[in-house]
């Protein structure tokens, strides 16, 4: 019986994978830890000795700017990999923290190393996978000095919906947003204030409504117009890799 792993699983939904290959993915998981709301994972500056698999929670990652204002600049979902952009650098480049309860899945740098020599293909695999979140990151940083902040707020929950729905097929046009309007306007340079004035003009104008912390995207086409937005997570082209 292959290992279960929710790595493995967001991976094979781009590309399907060996058992050898899902077997070798879920040892990265062999050691969950259990991390609280607010917790912090890893600091700015600290040496680099694990990377993560997410199983269960959300993450971000953050960093504090001059001023002392915080930038979040990722937000991960069960079955990301956590920690790409410190494979790099002896020392982490940003701060993580748990944003809900979470399950970590933490593994040795080196044991990243054995898996791209054994695995070519799941080295590529990841290499593409960090090139499509720099692609999403570039989108944002160009939003953030380009557009209203209406936009941004649009593009922002159009990108958590599209994000989220990689894996899990139930959402169809709603979702569970459990992030804090301080925390949205930390990602996309907004205070909380705005995002607030933001969402409750969205509303009004009938574009989402909300429930319980829910979400639900009334008119995904005006949406995509208002944030002049890109799915970034569709429409992968990895048909060219080599079989596993």
């Not at 959402?171 to 004035?197: A, K």
């Amino acid at each position: 019986m292959v290992a279960t792993s929710c790595f493995a699983e967001r991976l094979s939904r781009h590309v399907p994978l060996s058992d050898a290959e899902k077997t070798a993915l879920a040892r990265l998981e062999e050691n969950p830890r259990k991390i609280k709301r607010g917790a912090m994972i890893q600091r700015v500056n600290d040496t680099v000795t694990e990377l993560f698999v997410l199983r269960e929670g959300r993450v971000m990652s953050f960093v504090i700017l001059p001023d002392g204002s915080r930038q979040i600049l990722r937000v991960y979902f069960p079955g990301d990999f956590i920690g790409s952009a410190s494979t790099i650098y002896n020392r982490s480049p940003e701060s993580l923290v748990a944003l809900s309860d979470a399950v970590v899945c933490p593994f040795d740098k080196h044991a990243l190393r054995r898996l791209l020599e054994e695995y070519p293909r799941v080295a590529a695999l990841l290499f593409l996978m960090s090139n499509a979140e720099r692609v999403s990151m570039t989108d944002r940083l160009a939003s953030l000095g380009r557009t209203s902040a209406k936009a941004r707020v649009a593009a922002f929950l159009l990108d958590m919906f599209d994000r989220l729905r990689v894996t899990d097929e139930n959402i169809t046009d709603s979702f569970d947003l459990r992030l804090t309007q301080e925390e949205i306007g930390d990602s996309i340079g907004l205070t909380s204030v705005h995002v607030n004035r933001m969402i409750r003009q969205m509303e009004q104008e009938g574009l989402i409504s909300r429930s319980n912390g829910r979400i639900t995207l009334l008119d995904l086409r005006r949406l995509e117009d208002i944030g002049h937005y890109t799915n970034r997570h569709k429409d992968i082209d990895l048909e060219w890799l080599p079989v596993g």
